[in-house]
Every structure is written in structure tokens, then in C-alpha cells.
């Protein structure tokens, strides 16, 4: 469904997104560049194509073409209404709507690319589906391509986390956008996309993503930043 949104509405719920992103990853600017730096390293500049998995309204897509503006980026989600404000405020960003807990995103996603990102994006899928996430990851990454995960990865394995009792920043944004009549579509189709998904709040530390990647063929892994109970590994 094609819906057209008000430019200032998107630059808005992106900026409160960013925001609210903030609160729930300490350091996300200085972990992100740091995270873009590494890759160039790696590839010796700017990647050709990137793929963002549970890449939300687009606002870590945005921060790539600021850096790579000749990059041909890629944002997957299952979530709609993110997706349409990620197009609507990119429309050079390619769009992919999927499932990360299905077997068919990676061949929605297409393949060949140089950079995989996800961030704040593998703690919504379940231990199991992890495992087969780092697998499928590796058929879309051309080889020699690099992985970026960004999430909660502490020391020790947390099973959920704490409660808020609903005026959290993620529930108020969510609030906020409800509040617009021109979302209103736009949020019945992300509760008939979203029936039955929920976020399985899984918290690994760096060690089992090390050893998971590992079983699924990625070679090295960096911890390119770490700060309280987050971390960015780069897999190779
Ligand atoms: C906390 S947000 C982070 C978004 C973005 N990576 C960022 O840092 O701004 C988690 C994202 O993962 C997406 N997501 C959760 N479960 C998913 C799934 N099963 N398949 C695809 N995307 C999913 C959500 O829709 C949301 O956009």
C-alpha cells in the first residue's frame, strides 16, 4: 500500500525515533562511527552495497549515505509503518519488507552485499533463530564482506527486560504517532504484519555471539565498542 506522508511529520517521528534510539543505546553516534570507520578500514573505503536489517524509519541508513553517499543501501523491516517512513524520507534507499524470523529474508533482501548492519535489531528474535540468522546472513555477505552487530550483549545472559509499566520512551513514540490521523492506516497494516510477532528480549553476551557466529561459518570477531552492557562486533 503506497500512502503519501507529510515531509515534516516523517522528519519528526525520525528525529524523536533518533532520540528515543538514544536512550536505549548509550554512545549510539560514537558506536555507529566507529562501527563506519571499521568497515573502511576493512574494505579499504567506501562499501558498494549495504543492507540494514531491522532497519526501522532509516535513520542509521541515513548516517551511511552521509558517509558513503555513492552506497547503494538497503532497509529491511517487518514493521510497515517504519519502512514508510524510511522511504519516505530516503527514496534512494531501496525498501524490503520481511520477516527476520522467516527462511525467505534473505531472498527478499538479494545478495552480494559488502556490509550487513543490524543494531538494536537480533535481541527481538529467539536464541534458535539467532543461530540460523548468523547462517542466513552469511548467504546475502559476499565473501569477504563484514557483519555489524550493535546490541545489548552483557556480561552475563539476561532473560528479559524490566518492566516499565508503559510510559517508556519506545511505548511514547509509539504513542505519538498514533496520535496522527494520517498513520491511522499505516498502523492497521503494521498490527495485521505484526500479529503474532513479539520481541523474544534475548540478551547474549559478546562470547555466545562469538562462538554462534563462529558454528555459522564467520571467521573473526572484533568488538569494535563496548559500553555498559552494549557492544558492536564486527564478524568476518
Ligand atoms: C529497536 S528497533 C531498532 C531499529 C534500527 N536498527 C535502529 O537502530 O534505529 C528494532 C527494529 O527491528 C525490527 N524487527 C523486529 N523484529 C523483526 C523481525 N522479525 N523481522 C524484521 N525486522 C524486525 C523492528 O521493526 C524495528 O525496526
Known amino acids: 500500500m503506497s500512502i503519501r506522508l507529510a515531509a515534516g511529520d516523517v522528519a519528526r517521528w525520525r528525529c524523536d525515533w533518533e532520540a528515543m534510539m538514544r536512550h536505549y543505546q548509550p554512545d549510539r553516534d560514537d558506536l555507529l562511527a566507529t562501527g563506519l570507520a571499521a568497515v573502511e578500514q576493512v574494505h579499504g573505503g567506501a562499501p558498494r552495497r549495504v543492507l540494514d536489517v531491522g532497519g526501522g524509519v532509516g535513520t542509521t541508513a541515513e548516517s551511511v549515505l552521509q558517509r558513503w553517499p555513492d552506497t547503494r543501501v538497503t532497509v529491511l523491516d517487518v514493521d510497515p509503518a517504519l ?132 558454528r555459522a561459518g564467520f571467521g573473526e570477531a572484533t568488538v569494535l565498542h563496548r559500553r555498559t552492557g552494549h557492544a558492536l562486533v564486527a564478524f568476518r
Open 83 to 214: 519502512l514508510a517512513s524510511a522511504a519516505a524520507a530516503l527514496p534512494q534507499v531501496r525498501t524490503v519488507r520481511a520477516d527476520l524470523g522467516s527462511t525467505r529474508w534473505p531472498a527478499l533482501a538479494g545478495g552480494s552485499y559488502d556490509l550487513v548492519m543490524a543494531l538494536m535489531t537480533v535481541h527481538y528474535l529467539p536464541q534458535d533463530r539467532v543461530r540460523e540468522w548468523y547462517a542466513q546472513v552469511r548467504q546475502v555477505l559476499r565473501p569477504g564482506g563484514l557483519l555489524l552487530v550493535g546490541d545489548v550483549m552483557p556480561d552475563t545472559p539476561v532473560a528479559e527486560r524490566p518492566q516499565s509499566g508503559g510510559t517508556d520512551p519506545w511505548t511514547a513514540w509509539w504513542t505519538g504517532l498514533a496520535h496522527d490521523p494520517a498513520m491511522a492506516s499505516l498502523l492497521s497494516e503494521r498490527a495485521a504484519a505484526l500479529a503474532g510477532l513479539t520481541c523474544a528480549d534475548f540478551f547474549a553476551p559478546v562470547d555466545w555471539h562469538r562462538e554462534t557466529a563462529r
